[in-house]
Nanobody, 123 residues
Framework: VQLQASGGGLVQAGGSLRLSCAASRRIFSNNGMGWFRQAPGKGREFVASISWNGHITRYAESVEGRFTISRGFNEGTMALQMNSLKPEDTAVYYC?????????????????WGQGTLVTVSS
């Protein structure tokens, strides 16, 4: 498995969760990475992305100011800290890696995908 997402669960509105994505060394090095999500009955949407060196981050407008993306270079992991969660954040969250793309927002830019982790926010 090249990308492994974890950390999903059930949380009340206003609560927090931290998602983690473990990547193989080959995938983690020199690749931009990102998080996407897919709610029931909807398409996959961009959440956040980060460049290979962590210097560039991008967020969807719907999560700006509430979510923070980061990468741990020693551990070879990427994280998504999600605060002030809302019921509309309920979705399966996917981590992904993109060759040659600093912090892409389009799903088509990503070459590697992990399995999803379910986040459920109750009202």
């Amino acid at each position: 498995v090249q990308l492994q997402a974890s950390g999903g669960g059930l949380v009340q509105a206003g609560g927090s969760l931290r998602l983690s994505c473990a990547a193989s060394r080959r995938i983690f090095s020199n690749n931009g990475m990102g998080w996407f999500r897919q709610a029931p009955g909807k398409g996959r949407e961009f959440v956040a992305s980060i460049s290979w060196n962590g210097h560039i981050t991008r967020y969807a407008e719907s999560v700006e100011g509430r979510f923070t993306i980061s990468r741990g270079f020693n551990e070879g992991t990427m994280a998504l800290q999600m605060n002030s969660l809302k019921p509309e954040d309920t979705a399966v969250y996917y981590c992904a890696a993109a060759r040659g793309a600093p912090a892409a927002t389009a799903a088509t830019s990503y070459n590697y995908w992990g399995q999803g982790t379910l986040v459920t926010v109750s009202s």
